[in-house]
């Protein structure tokens, strides 16, 4: 198997336009079209973790923060990154990441994190924004159903539980092929009337050149007539956090006590308890502090994340549980995503996760 057929499988569970500005998921170093030995999973690249990749005689490292972040006018081995891009080089070994855009997919990241937890009827807590566009076109109804299958198969119509969505609305269009064009239906020079069907469906924006091509290849006419019009809509099959209830209510502590021991948490900071009952969970893995007032005016009972500052833990006492995991404890089982992907589309490949522990905060 060629490394770009792994890395393709995790383009398609979490593609890359679903990362966010400042983030550099992807290909990080090495050369995809050379045959893959076995991939390393991990949550952060360290020397360590590229040796034991080494040791495995492994050539692909998959990790789910990115070794590379900033540019780089010089490789001197100044840092660890820098020790590790010349070490990855320099024994062939490909390094990928998948970030922000795992963490924004359906099933990524905050998901994992969820059933980890054991919720139920779990939802995007803050939906991508300006991430839709529509796209509209006109074909000859004999061919329009042919059109449509086309477009839902490049990814159109997909809006939350239901696919194939569509509208749909007859008409005529009218049209004068002139010299040189091989029309379809009508002649040369004669003002054309044909039944037709207008065909609207919504796609994710980053899709918009694959329906494009799909349209154009099932379409009948010469020269197909379609818009796109971006669309407003918040996109809740992606974003960021996510938020769902417990089957049966805990208590604070009780509720606590089972996070700190289901991600191996050395120190869990949380702000005062008030003898509330957890029911309705909202989390983010990571630095994802930035969510806690969605997750307040969602009315949570609890927000988990990696990461929260000192004063933001001031005046939420009774407005909602805050419960600070830690960074590495969050998104530490980003690994079994990875793996999950792998073993489910290359059953004998050989993939491990690292034995690495690469969390930097050690607690005393």
């Known amino acids: 198997m060629k490394i770009k057929e792994l890395v ?129 076109t006109f074909v000859p109804t004999a061919q329009a159903e042919e059109v449509r299958k086309s477009l839902f198969d490049a990814g159109c119509g997909n809006i939350g539980n239901y696919d194939s969505c569509s509208y749909n609305l007859e008409g005529e269009g009218t049209f004068r092929a002139r010299e040189g064009a091989t029309p379809y239906c009508g002649a040369i020079g004669e003002l054309h009337t044909e039944r037709e069907v207008r065909i609207e469906t919504i796609i994710p924006a980053y899709k918009k050149a694959g329906a494009v091509k799909a349209l154009l290849a099932a379409h009948p006419y010469e020269e197909p007539v379609y818009d796109i019009y971006p669309l407003q809509n918040s996109w809740p099959q992606a974003g960021a956090g996510v938020i769902g209830e417990l089957e049966t209510p805990e208590t604070e502590l009780e509720f606590l006590k089972r996070i700190k021991k289901t991600f191996e948490v050395g120190c869990l900071r949380h702000n005062k308890l008030l003898g509330r009952e957890i029911q309705t969970v909202a989390l983010c893995g990571g630095a994802g502090a930035f969510l806690m007032p969605l997750a307040i005016r969602n009315r949570a009972d609890v927000f988990i994340t990696g ?57 005393m």
């Open 8 to 136: 393709s499988a995790l383009e398609r569970f979490a593609p890359l336009p679903l990362q966010d500005g400042f983030d550099n998921a992807g290909l990080q170093i090495g050369l995809t079209d050379v045959e893959a030995t076995g991939a390393l999973l991990c949550l952060d690249v360290t020397e360590a973790v590229l040796d034991e990749a080494i040791a495995l005689g492994y050539n692909v490292v998959i990790s789910h923060h990115p070794l590379i972040f900033k540019g780089y006018k010089s490789i001197t081995g100044r840092d660890y990154v820098e020790r590790c891009i010349l070490k990855a080089i320099k024994n062939d070994i490909v390094v990928y990441a998948a970030h922000t855009n795992l963490d924004n997919a359906r099933g990524g990241v905050n998901f994992k994190i969820a059933e980890k937890i054991g919720l139920r009827n779990v939802r995007i807590l803050e939906a991508k924004e300006n991430a839709l566009v529509k796209l509209t």
């Open 307 to 363: 990461e929260i500052k000192y004063h933001d833990y001031f005046e939420h006492d009774t407005d909602i549980l805050l419960a600070e995991i830690g960074h590495y404890e969050s998104e530490q089982y980003t690994k079994e995503i990875f793996y999950t992907i792998i073993r489910d589309l290359f059953p004998h490949f050989e993939v491990q996760m690292t034995k690495v522990n690469t969390n930097p905060i050690k607690y």
